[in-house]
């Protein structure tokens, strides 16, 4: 688990450092946000549709919900865990919006409708980063035989959440992908600490199929992005091809799937998380001191039953 905190971390560092700080990384961003703004008002009006679930009182009640049930099934250890873990991903984010800046390296001859927001930092998404916050906490309070469903409906709501942030034009889509990547940070953190914790002591769940499945489609997914995406960056150094919408789409359509892929890998890594706490919880539990403490139980008890 440490491993996965190290590589979610780095990753969102990796991702903050290209957009932010070169000319390609800034140059696919405008372009796909152009695009965005340009976009069919159909899937704006489906995009708004989703962005109103991601209220700040929505994501309150969901939160309370969520922790209720944790304190239900494990306590108020795992309740106060959940809850730093949503909680945690979105105060990380509102922090590094207003400490990260962008170095603007974006060449002059490019057209000045391509340079819009190029001085202003909106990394990560705020909007972004509460939907996989609270889709996260699903997949720890879920039952393990429930799991897989619950990661299938949170990678959904958290990736059309994502995309929509672009879509309606709120944000870049190295902010949606930069938040994804601060949640599976945090997840990793809230698995150490369970796990170190412990569980409710029950038997050794059985691994579910859903996150290979949503990893393998998430690799297909960024697979795809990466063509779509190097197909776009190849006109950056020539301005007057931008005068045509092909490099835009490229750019919007590799950013849309791009999230939608990193989306279905991080949830991938979560459920796997909670499965993994669930295993260390269980084969804790199962230590020879543990069973024989609670065969020690069982012969006091067997012994008041006799007399």
């Not at 069919?40 to 991601?54: F, K, N």
């Not at 796997?272 to 012969?299: E, K, Y």
Request: proline fraction near 3%; include cysteine; hydrophobic fraction near 55%.
């Amino acid at each position: 688990m440490g491993l996965t905190l190290a590589a979610s971390a780095g990753s969102a560092v990796a991702v903050g450092w290209f957009f932010l700080h070169t000319t390609i990384g800034q140059c696919l961003d405008a372009m796909a946000y152009l695009e965005a703004d340009a976009g069919s008002g159909r899937i704006r009006l489906v995009a708004d549709g989703v962005l109103v679930v991601t209220s700040i009182e929505s994501m309150l009640a969901a939160t309370a919900v969520l922790c209720g049930i944790a304190v239900i099934r494990r306590g108020v250890w795992f309740a106060g865990v959940i809850a730093a873990l949503i909680g945690g991903a979105n105060v990380t984010t509102q922090a590094l919006k207003m400490w990260l800046g962008r170095t603007d390296t974006v060449p002059d001859g490019l057209s000045t409708g391509l340079l819009a927001w190029r001085d202003f930092n909106s990394l990560p998404s705020g909007h972004a980063t509460a939907a996989a916050a609270v889709a996260a906490g699903l997949v720890f309070v879920t039952p393990a035989r429930l799991r897989g469903v619950g990661g299938a409906v949170g990678c959904g709501y958290a990736a059309a959440a994502a995309v929509a942030t672009v879509v309606v034009g709120w944000h870049r889509p190295s902010d949606a992908v930069a938040s994804l990547l601060v949640v599976a940070a945090w997840a990793s953190a809230a698995g150490i600490m369970l796990a170190a914790v412990g569980s409710d002591g029950g038997s050794c769940p059985r691994r579910s199929r859903v996150p290979i499945i949503l990893a393998l489609t998430g690799l297909g997914l960024l697979g795809v992005a990466v063509i779509a995406l190097h197909r776009a960056a190849q006109v950056v150094e020539d301005p007057l091809v931008l005068l045509t919408r092909a490099p835009g789409w490229s750019a919007y359509l590799g950013s849309a799937v791009g999230i939608a892929g990193v989306g279905a890998v991080v949830l991938a890594v979560i459920i796997d998380l909670a499965h993994r706490v669930d295993a260390v919880s269980s084969s804790s539990s199962r230590a020879p001191g543990a069973s024989q403490a609670n065969r020690g139980i069982d012969n006091a008890n067997s012994e008041l039953n006799i007399s």
